[in-house]
């Protein structure tokens, strides 16, 4: 699996940005999506996760309520609408998938990364 992402800028406090994952090179329903997010000199964070089926979605706490994680299967596309940016949620955002409909919160467990996209929430 290939994950292109996109969508990360420079955002002020309160607002709200889209983040785009790209998917290509096996069926998009038989692996889970996740969002991670990795912020200066601190472990790589659980953001959300989409399962390839039945699209059950799973949140971490400090943006649930605030971000939505959706996919589009005709565009093999996973989206994170993050709104009611806070400058902690300030980091490199990631794309992640993982073969099978079970989904882990864990990063480790996830086989395909994609590069990254900085979003910066400024106060």
């Known amino acids: 699996v290939q994950l292109q992402t996109s969508g990360g800028g420079l955002v002020q406090a309160g607002g709200s940005l889209r983040l785009s994952c790209a998917a290509s090179g096996r069926t998009f329903n038989s692996v889970t999506l996740a969002w991670f997010r990795q912020g200066p000199g601190r472990e790589r964070e659980f953001v959300s996760f989409?399962?390839?089926?039945?699209?059950?979605?799973t949140y971490g706490a400090s943006v649930k309520g605030r971000f939505t994680i959706s996919k589009d299967n005709a565009k093999n596309t996973v989206y994170l609408q993050m709104n009611g940016l806070k400058p902690e949620d300030t980091a490199t955002y990631y794309c992640?998938?993982?073969?099978?409909?079970?989904?882990?919160?864990?990063?480790?467990?996830?086989?395909?990364w994609g590069q990254g996209t900085q979003v910066t929430v400024s106060s």
């Open positions: 992640a998938a993982k073969r099978g409909l079970l989904g882990e919160r864990s990063p480790a467990v996830y086989e395909y």
């Open positions: 989409i399962t390839g089926n039945s699209g059950i979605t």
